[in-house]
C-alpha cells in the first residue's frame, strides 16, 4: 500500500494538522521518533507495534467548559473527561491519512499494557505529545498543560509517512508566577495542597522552575481509577463469613455507583478526581482554556 506518486512531507503535515483541527483538535504535532525510541523502555516503544512506523502524531484536545470547575466535584466525576474526543479525532486521523496518501497509519491504543498490568500504558501519549511540542510536565503528575490551551487530553497516531519532527515546547508554563509565590509562603503548590489524597509533592527553585516533581501513583489510583476498586469489590463479597456480609460488600451505597457507571458505561470509571487542574491557574485561565474566550477569538 504505497503511493505512486512522491509525497512532500511538508505539505502532507499541513494537511494533517488542519484535517486533525477541523476534527476538534486544538494543539498538533510531530514528536521526534528517534527520542521516543530511546526514551520509551523496551516493549513500549512505537515500533514494538509498528515495526516501520516513520513519524508520532500527537494531538490535544481541549479538555472541560469553564462551567465544569465550578460544579460539586460529584458531579464532575460524570463528565469530567474529554479524552474519548480525542481518541476519536486521532482516529479519523489515521484514516484519512491512509486515505489520501495511501500510506499504513494506526491509531495508537491508549491502553494498558495486558502483560505488565493496570497501571502501565502499552504507550506514553504523555510522551508522545511533549517531545511533539503540544504539552509540558507540570507539578500535578502526569497532567501535561499548554501556555495556551491550559489541561488537554491527548492521542497519538503512528504511520509509515515520513513527516517533519516539532520540538518540544522551550519554555514550560508550570509552576505559573501565583503558584510560585504560594510555594514560597507554604511550601506548596496549589495542586500539592488541594489533592484529597495528598499524592502530590515537589520543589521549585530559586529561578521559579521545577526541580523535582513526585507523584504517588499508587495513592492517585486507588481513589480515581475505579476499574482498580472493582475486583477488590467482589473479592471482599467472595471473602465474606457470611451472606449479611456478603451483601454489604457488594450493595453498600459506594459500591453501589460502581455497577451503576458499569452499566451505562460512564466514563467517570476510569478517573474521577480533577481537584488539582481545579485550582491550577494553567488549566482554567490560559488565554485558550476558556471555550468562550477561544470562540471570541476565532479559534
Same mark, same amino acid.
Request: glycine residues 8%.
Given at each position: 500500500?504505497?503511493?505512486?506518486?512522491?509525497?512532500?512531507?511538508?505539505?502532507?503535515?499541513?494537511?494533517?494538522?488542519?484535517?486533525?483541527?477541523?476534527?476538534?483538535?486544538?494543539?498538533?504535532?510531530?514528536?521526534?521518533?528517534?527520542?521516543?525510541?530511546?526514551?520509551?523502555?523496551?516493549?513500549?516503544?512505537?515500533?514494538?507495534?509498528?515495526?516501520?512506523?516513520?513519524?508520532?502524531?500527537?494531538?490535544?484536545?481541549?479538555?472541560?467548559?469553564?462551567?465544569?470547575?465550578?460544579?460539586?466535584?460529584?458531579?464532575?466525576?460524570?463528565?469530567?473527561?474529554?479524552?474519548?474526543?480525542?481518541?476519536?479525532?486521532?482516529?479519523?486521523?489515521?484514516?484519512?491519512?491512509?486515505?489520501?496518501?495511501?500510506?499504513?497509519?494506526?491509531?495508537?491504543?491508549?491502553?494498558?499494557?495486558?502483560?505488565?498490568?493496570?497501571?502501565?500504558?502499552?504507550?506514553?501519549?504523555?510522551?508522545?505529545?511533549?517531545?511533539?511540542?503540544?504539552?509540558?510536565?507540570?507539578?500535578?503528575?502526569?497532567?501535561?498543560?499548554?501556555?495556551?490551551?491550559?489541561?488537554?487530553?491527548?492521542?497519538?497516531?503512528? $504511520?509509515?509517512?515520513?513527516?517533519?519532527?516539532?520540538?518540544?515546547?522551550?519554555?514550560?508554563?508550570?509552576?505559573?508566577?501565583?503558584?510560585?509565590?504560594?510555594?514560597?509562603?507554604?511550601?506548596?503548590?496549589?495542586?500539592?495542597?488541594?489533592?484529597?489524597?495528598?499524592?502530590?509533592?515537589?520543589?521549585?527553585?530559586?529561578?521559579?522552575?521545577?526541580?523535582?516533581?513526585?507523584?504517588?501513583?499508587?495513592?492517585?489510583?486507588?481513589? $480515581?481509577?475505579?476499574?482498580?476498586?472493582?475486583?477488590?469489590?467482589?473479592?471482599?463479597?467472595?471473602?465474606?463469613?457470611?451472606?449479611?456480609?456478603? $451483601?454489604?460488600?457488594?450493595?453498600?451505597?459506594?459500591?453501589?455507583?460502581?455497577?451503576?457507571?458499569?452499566?451505562?458505561?460512564?466514563?467517570?470509571?476510569?478517573?474521577?478526581?480533577?481537584?488539582?487542574?481545579?485550582?491550577?491557574?494553567?488549566?482554567?485561565?490560559?488565554?485558550?482554556?476558556?471555550?468562550?474566550?477561544?470562540?471570541?477569538?476565532?479559534?
Amino acid at each position: 500500500m504505497s503511493g505512486t506518486t512522491e509525497i512532500d512531507p511538508a505539505a502532507a503535515k499541513a494537511e494533517i494538522i488542519a484535517y486533525a483541527k477541523k476534527r476538534g483538535a486544538l494543539v498538533v504535532g510531530v514528536a521526534d521518533l528517534a527520542a521516543i525510541e530511546r526514551i520509551a523502555p523496551p516493549g513500549h516503544r512505537p515500533s514494538d507495534i509498528m515495526p516501520r512506523v516513520k513519524s508520532v502524531i500527537a494531538l490535544g484536545v481541549g479538555g472541560q467548559t469553564q462551567g465544569a470547575w465550578s460544579v460539586p466535584a460529584k458531579a464532575m466525576a460524570y463528565f469530567g473527561s474529554t479524552e474519548t474526543r480525542a481518541y476519536s479525532c486521532a482516529y479519523g486521523l489515521s484514516f484519512f491519512i491512509e486515505n489520501r496518501f495511501q500510506t499504513p497509519s494506526i491509531y495508537c491504543p491508549p491502553d494498558m499494557d495486558n502483560e505488565a498490568g493496570p497501571r502501565v500504558p502499552m504507550q506514553s501519549l504523555k510522551l508522545h505529545a511533549e517531545l511533539a511540542g503540544i504539552g509540558a510536565r507540570s507539578l500535578a503528575g502526569d497532567i501535561l498543560l499548554h501556555p495556551e490551551f491550559g489541561y488537554m487530553y491527548f492521542a497519538s497516531v503512528f $504511520t509509515e509517512l515520513e513527516l517533519p519532527a516539532d520540538a518540544p515546547l522551550a519554555e514550560n508554563p508550570c509552576p505559573a508566577p501565583s503558584c510560585v509565590d504560594m510555594y514560597r509562603k507554604v511550601g506548596q503548590t496549589p495542586c500539592m495542597k488541594f489533592c484529597p489524597v495528598q499524592c502530590l509533592s515537589g520543589r521549585i527553585d530559586d529561578a521559579g522552575r521545577q526541580a523535582e516533581m513526585h507523584y504517588d501513583m499508587a495513592a492517585c489510583a486507588e481513589m $480515581t481509577q475505579q476499574y482498580e476498586a472493582v475486583p477488590a469489590v467482589i473479592a471482599a463479597a467472595l471473602a465474606a463469613e457470611d451472606a449479611a456480609a456478603r $451483601t454489604d460488600a457488594l450493595f453498600d451505597p459506594d459500591n453501589k455507583m460502581l455497577w451503576y457507571k458499569m452499566s451505562v458505561g460512564s466514563g467517570g470509571l476510569l478517573a474521577q478526581c480533577f481537584e488539582c487542574m481545579r485550582v491550577c491557574p494553567i488549566a482554567t485561565r490560559a488565554p485558550q482554556a476558556d471555550p468562550i474566550r477561544r470562540s471570541k477569538l476565532g479559534s
